[in-house]
C-alpha cells in the first residue's frame, strides 16, 4: 500500500513540474482577483426523552465558521477559517481514552490552507487543509448540521490537518488523491516524535449519479505509550437520482484506534433522503457500530424532515437514537429542532 502510494505521489509531482501552468506567466488580461466571505453555523434545541434524564431541554450553537476565501489568479488561491466551537468533546465513545474537554465556543483556527490548481486535472492544498477522508460521505450525506458521518461521530477522526493534499483527476469517471499530514488534526502542531499521516483515495463514478470512494489511511506512532499502527479502512457507494432521492451506504474499519492496540472500532452506516416538496425532504440513516475491547457500541438512528426556505438556510425537525448492545446502559431519545445558515 505505501509503494502505491509513493507511486501516486511520483505521478502528482511529474505532473506538477512538467506542466505548462507552471513556468507560463498568466496572460489572461480579463481575469481579477476576488474574494468572499465563508460563514456557516449550526445551532440545535434538543427535547430529552431518556428515561431519567437530567437534562431534559437544551439550546446550544453546535459550530461556527467563520472565514474569507480570495482568488490571487486562475491557479492560485487561498482560505483561512476561524472553528469556534468546543475543542474536544467526550462522546459516548469517551472511554476509548485521548479524549479531554475543552470551554466552549474556543476560537481555533480550522484551515489555512493555499491551493494550486494548475489545470484541469490537477488541484493540491498546503497548509491546515480539508481531509477528503469522509468529505465524500459527507457531501452526499448532505446534513452535517444534524449529524456527523460516522468516521466523525465514532472515530473523532478530525476534518483538517496540518500538511498537505494533492487530487489528479483523470476524467469524469476516475480519480484519486494523496495526503502527507501530521496526523494530529487541526488543533495540533506535530507531536514530539515526528509522526505523521499517510493517506490515499480512489473516486470511480461510473454513470451519472453513481458514485464510489475507497480510502486508506496510516499512522505509524513512535510513541511508547502509544506504540501501535493506526490504520483506517473505508469504502462508500452511493446513488443520487437528481433531486428526487438518493440513497448510500459506507463501511469503516478503524484498527488500533487511537494507536492502542487492539482497540478496534468499525461498522457501517446507510442513509437516504426523498424530496416529498421542492423545498422538503425526509430522511434516515441508521448506523451500526461494532468495536473491540471498548464497551460502547450500538446501534444509531436519525429521521426527520429538511426544510430550506432559501438557499443559505435550512432546517430540520428530526429524531435522534442510540440503542447500546449493553442492556445495562441507558437508551438515549432525542427530538431536535436543528438549523444551519451559510454563505
Same mark, same amino acid.
Given at each position: ?8 505521489v ?5 505532473n506538477?513540474l ?8 498568466e496572460?489572461?488580461?480579463?481575469f481579477e482577483a476576488s474574494?468572499? *466571505? &465563508?460563514i ?6 434538543d ?6 434524564? !437530567?437534562?431534559?431541554?437544551?439550546? +446550544? ?5 467563520f472565514?474569507y ?7 492560485f488561491?487561498?482560505?483561512i477559517v476561524?472553528d469556534?466551537?468546543?475543542p474536544?468533546?467526550l462522546?459516548q ?7 479531554? !474537554?475543552?470551554s466552549?465556543?474556543?476560537v ?9 490548481? *494548475?489545470?484541469?486535472? %490537477?488541484?493540491i ?5 480539508l ?7 459527507e457531501?452526499?450525506w448532505?446534513y452535517r448540521?444534524?449529524?456527523p ?7 473523532g477522526?478530525p476534518s483538517?490537518?496540518l ?7 483523470l ?7 494523496i495526503?502527507?499530514t501530521?496526523g ?12 505523521v499521516k ?14 464510489s470512494r ?7 506512532s ?6 501501535? !499502527? ?19 451506504g459506507?463501511?469503516?474499519y478503524?484498527?488500533?484506534h487511537?494507536?492502542? /492496540?487492539?482497540?478496534? &472500532? ?6 437516504? /433522503? ?5 423545498? %422538503? !425532504? ?10 473491540k ?7 444509531a438512528?436519525?429521521t426527520?424532515l429538511?426544510?430550506?426556505? %432559501? ?10 437514537? +442510540?440503542? *447500546? ?17 451559510? &454563505?
Open positions: 500500500m505505501l509503494r502505491i502510494i509513493w507511486s501516486c511520483f505521478v502528482l509531482i511529474f506538477f512538467f506542466s505548462d501552468h507552471l513556468f507560463a506567466q496572460r489572461d488580461t480579463d474574494g468572499k *466571505p &465563508i456557516q453555523v449550526f445551532g440545535n434545541i427535547l430529552n426523552l431518556g428515561k431519567d434524564a !437530567e437534562k431534559r431541554y437544551g439550546l +446550544w450553537i453546535g459550530r461556527a465558521h472565514g476565501g480570495y482568488r490571487f489568479s486562475k491557479t488561491s487561498g482560505k476561524l469556534v466551537g468546543r474536544t468533546t462522546s465513545f469517551s472511554e476509548m481514552g485521548g479524549y479531554k !474537554e475543552g466552549y465556543y474556543t481555533t483556527l480550522k484551515f489555512a490552507s493555499l491551493e494550486w490548481t *494548475p489545470n484541469e486535472h %490537477v488541484y492544498q498546503a497548509g491546515s487543509v481531509q477528503n477522508h469522509y468529505i465524500t460521505q457531501k452526499f448532505g448540521y444534524l449529524a458521518t460516522f468516521q466523525d461521530k465514532y472515530f477522526t483538517g490537518d500538511g498537505i493534499i494533492g487530487y489528479y483527476k476524467n469524469k469517471k476516475f480519480g484519486f488523491d495526503a502527507l501530521n494530529e488534526g487541526f488543533r495540533f502542531d506535530q507531536d514530539l516524535f515526528g509522526d499517510i493517506a490515499a483515495g480512489v473516486d470511480y463514478n461510473p454513470i451519472d449519479g453513481l458514485q475507497i480510502f486508506y489511511d496510516y499512522t505509524k513512535k510513541n511508547p505509550q502509544k506504540p501501535a !499502527e493506526q490504520q483506517l479502512f473505508s469504502a462508500f457507494i452511493g446513488y443520487r437520482h437528481k433531486n428526487l432521492f438518493r440513497v448510500g459506507e463501511y469503516n478503524h484498527k488500533n487511537l494507536n492502542q /492496540s487492539g482497540r478496534d &472500532i468499525y461498522g457501517f452506516s446507510f442513509y437516504g /433522503s426523498y424530496a416529498i416538496l421542492r423545498k %422538503v !425532504e425526509f430522511f434516515a440513516r441508521f448506523d451500526k457500530v461494532f468495536a475491547n471498548i464497551e460502547n457500541k450500538g446501534n438512528y436519525i426527520g429538511h426544510y430550506c426556505p %432559501v438557499s443559505g438556510i435550512n432546517i430540520s425537525l428530526n429524531y435522534q437514537g +442510540w440503542a *447500546p448492545d449493553n442492556f445495562e446502559l441507558k437508551y438515549q431519545h432525542h427530538i431536535l429542532l436543528s438549523f444551519e445558515y451559510k &454563505i
